[in-house]
Structures are given as C-alpha cells and as structure tokens.
T-cell receptor, first 115, second 113 residues
C-alpha cells in the first residue's frame, strides 16, 4: 500500500493568495483527518470526515479554512486568503472506521510558508 | 475534556543508555485508547503502539517497552539501549469516543554517539 499521500510537500505563497492542500487516504480507510502542527500549538486536529461526511470541524481556525471530501479517495484543505500565521505543517491521516479507536496513519505532511 | 501531558520537552542521552518518556493523560471516559507516535527529523508521524483502557498489560517490542498504569493515568515509554536512529520527537496521544485524537506536546529525544 502506498500509504497516505499528500501534495504538495512544500508550498510557499504570499499573503492573500489561495492555498489548496491535497490528500489521498489509504485505500479502504473511511475516516480522514486534517491536522496542523506548529511550534507554539503542537499538533491540532482541524477537521475529520467519516465516509466522506464532515463529522467535527470545531478545530478549523476560522472561515478562511475549508475542507472537502468529494469521494473516498480524495480530500482538500483550502485556505483563502492565506496569512503568515497559517505557516505550519499540515498533516492528513486516515483510519478504518467504524472502529473508532483504530490507529491513524499519517501522510508525510505539507510544509506551508506564507510570506 | 481530555488532555495529554508530556512534561519532558527534551531528553539528551548517550548511545546505549536507556531513556524513559513520561505521559500522563486525563479523561472522564472509561473507554479510551492510548498511542505513541514517533516523528523523526524527516517529519512524518510513525505509529508505534496502541493500548486500550482495559488492558494494563505491559508490552515489549524489541528495544521498546510500554508501561500502562491506570491508577496513575500514565502510559510511559522506554527505549532500551538507545541508538542514534532513535533521535526523534515522540508523541503520546489519547482517543475517546468521537474519534478525536488528542496529542501531548511531544518529547524530543537526542541520542548522541
């Protein structure tokens, strides 16, 4: 299995620009998670989907952030407009449900730098 | 609310020394799972172990061992005979009903040759 795939691996953009991060979960996994990692706040859950449906988006920082999962094999996290404080590593993870306690497998992350 | 505390922010050891990473958790749920993840310098998060709240049996996997003590809400991780390749940030995490994984702040382990 290829594991969780994220693209791009690195993104540098200017403040105000739209940023789209992409994730392909492990085939057969039906839960997908987006996390953000910063030095100040550590690892934070932004949103998670179960069977392509958003279950909990309470971690999404503000309306500039949005996430979609149009099908079982693809999800996007969009930031519009981006700000320097959005600079972080964004991880996507997937797991098997309905067993809620299954381990999550993480992608390699996207390092976002907003200038 | 649930919380995971890793009081040690950084530990530095010399190769072949043992190192123990502390993890203390808080939750009101009676059913939960605890995890350890490793984040090497390359950045990815690697799953190491999962333990459920009803299984307090300690586990050993090679040079890694885990000590789960429900009475003290702790799930400590020991690396025996550390190697340079063990240098990484290690995260303890907790998941309860609702599928939300809560991470501790991480402990950076530096193993010097």
């Amino acid at each position: 299995d290829a594991g969780v795939i994220q693209s791009p691996r690195h993104e540098v953009t200017e403040m105000g620009q739209e940023v789209t991060l992409r994730c392909k979960p492990i085939s057969g996994h039906n839960s997908l998670f987006w996390y953000r990692q910063t030095m100040m706040r550590g690892l934070e859950l932004l949103i998670y989907f179960n069977n392509n449906v958003p279950i909990d988006d309470s971690g999404m920082p503000e309306d500039r952030f949005s996430a979609k999962m149009p099908n079982a094999s693809f999800s996007t996290l969009k930031i519009q407009p981006s700000e320097p404080r959005d600079s972080a590593v964004y991880f996507c993870a997937s797991s098997l449900a309905p067993r809620a306690y299954n381990e999550q497998f993480f992608g390699p992350g996207t390092r976002l730098t907003v200038l | 609310a649930q919380k995971v505390t890793q009081a040690q922010t950084e530990i530095s050891v010399v190769e072949k020394e043992d190192v123990t990473l502390d993890c203390v958790y808080e939750t009101r749920d009676t059913t939960y799972y605890l995890f350890w993840y490793k984040q090497p310098p390359s950045g990815e998060l690697v799953f190491l172990i999962r333990r459920n709240s009803f299984d307090e049996q300690n586990e050993i996997s090679g040079r890694y061992s885990w000590n789960f003590q429900k009475s003290t809400s702790s799930f400590n991780f020991t690396i025996t005979a550390s190697q340079v390749v063990d240098s990484a940030v290690y995260f303890c995490a907790l998941i309860t009903a609702g599928n939300k994984l809560t991470f501790g702040g991480g402990t950076r382990v530096l193993v010097k040759p």
